[in-house]
């Protein structure tokens, strides 16, 4: 099984050179998990905000992406502190907050996410990150602050302060939502209406200018290759259910 620590210094190398590729992930079987891994993919969401899960069963999914070398991104609900610590502490290697619109908001997650003194989370080694207190407890609160910190702009709030927002350290990834977004700028669902895309251009070069990545969603090969293009560096690329579903309903076409 990998070690999570070293999953995320890899992915982080990657994710600085070429750019990772990633799922969004429903499921609750750590089968599907694991087999992403085995796929290629750098990285899972695992999905609380809009997907089934709760702590308990993501553990598992957790386990499953070090099977197969996956690094396992939990999206939470929220931002709060019980929210953000317990993914961390069952072994996340990275958290994703959805609908960050201000500096004070962006600051909080990492206060949340970082022990000091690079925040203020909540400390307990004896927990599964911790390996229930088997790690060197020096070890784990170091490690534990490589963790991978995605923050979600969804909404025009959230784009016009975003110049503030990019002043908070401990951001690795200013994460597009594309859907939201269309819905915030009056096209709901229109990802590729010029306005959307122009607001996201507009995030993209201001990330750059301060050497912070951008992610976003496509469930398009197209759009995977046009965000790519444009320097967008970790994609999302669909949910899993949505995957298989288009695969069956292929072979239903094919086969009848």
Not at 13 to 22: C, E, F, S, W
Not at 49 to 57: A, D, K, L, R, T
Not at 89 to 115: H, L, M, S, W, Y
Not at 186 to 199: F, L, S, T, Y
Request: glycine share 8%; hydrophobic share 40%; net charge neutral.
């Amino acid at each position: 099984m990998s070690d999570i620590t070293e999953m995320v210094i890899n992915f982080r190398r990657k994710l600085n050179r070429d750019g990772v590729l990633g799922i969004f992930s429903k499921t609750s079987d750590p089968g599907f998990v694991e087999v992403m891994g085995y796929s290629g993919m750098d990285y899972v969401i695992l999905d609380l905000e809009h997907g089934p899960n709760i702590v308990q069963s993501v553990q598992n999914l957790i386990r499953a992406a070090q099977v197969s070398n996956i690094l396992p991104i939990v999206r939470v609900k929220e931002s709060c502190a019980s929210v953000i610590g317990e993914v961390l502490d069952i072994g996340a290697g990275g958290i994703q907050v959805p609908q960050i619109t201000t500096k004070a908001e962006a600051k909080a997650v990492i206060d949340r996410a970082k022990f000091a003194p690079q925040g203020r989370r909540g400390v307990c080694r004896f927990v599964r990150a911790a390996h229930y207190s088997a790690k060197d407890r020096f070890e784990y609160f170091s490690d534990a602050n490589k963790a991978v910190i995605i923050l979600q702009i969804e909404g025009q709030e959230g784009i016009n302060n975003l110049d503030e927002i990019l002043t908070v350290n401990g951001i690795d990834v200013i994460f597009i939502g594309p859907y939201d977004l269309s819905q915030s700028l009056g096209v709901a669902g229109d990802i590729d209406n010029p306005i959307v895309e122009q607001k996201m251009l507009e995030v993209i070069q201001k990330c750059s200018e301060k050497n912070i990545m951008v992610g976003t969603f496509v469930d398009t090969l197209d759009n995977a290759r046009k965000w790519k293009n444009h320097g967008v560096k970790y994609i999302s690329y669909s949910v899993d259910m949505g995957i298989f579903y288009k695969a069956m309903q292929d072979i239903v076409k094919c086969v009848r």
